[in-house]
């Protein structure tokens, strides 16, 4: 039996709860690496910790570990850009159970009150039913990074 679990500014997580996430998501997205601080960066705007918009985490859990988990943030936009931006979307890696993924993908999705962005790679495994749940390809992504800078100390 699954069980999702909520958390939001108002539901805070607690250091364990965090760590734990932090744990699942660095160690199931596939090929892609991604960097813990990046993920703690998504949880502390989520939760508020960081002055922010807000948002949530839905995690599901079976024999109390995190088997799939989302994390989403406000981005402050409306008509003009979407509403919130699905930051983080995993599932673990042994198990890729589908209907799992697709009740977290529906409860993240119901908790929204406005319009969602998703940013995946072209090779994406769940592509597919992101589509069927509604997400459209309307947009390419172009991304400039700045130049990270080394500075001496003084």
Do not use: C
Request: hydrophobic share 35%; glycine share 6%.
């Amino acid at each position: 039996m699954f069980k999702q679990t909520l958390y939001d500014g108002f539901s805070k997580m607690s250091p364990y709860e965090r760590h734990r996430l932090i744990k699942f998501l660095s160690s199931n997205q596939g090929d892609y690496i991604i960097e813990k601080n990046d993920i703690t960066s998504a949880i502390e705007y989520a939760m508020k910790d960081r002055p922010s918009f807000g948002g949530y985490v839905v995690t599901t859990e079976e024999n109390n570990q995190i088997v799939g988990a989302t994390i989403v943030n406000k981005t402050g936009m409306a008509g003009y850009g979407p509403e919130y931006i699905l930051v983080y979307f995993a599932t673990e890696q042994d198990s890729r159970n589908h209907e799992m993924s697709r009740k977290l993908l529906d409860k993240t999705i119901k908790l929204a009150k406005g319009d969602i962005a998703f940013l995946v790679t072209p090779d994406n495994p769940w592509k597919a039913i992101f589509r069927k749940l509604g997400f459209e390809s309307k947009l390419m992504e172009m991304k400039y990074s700045k130049p990270k800078v080394n500075r001496k100390a003084s």
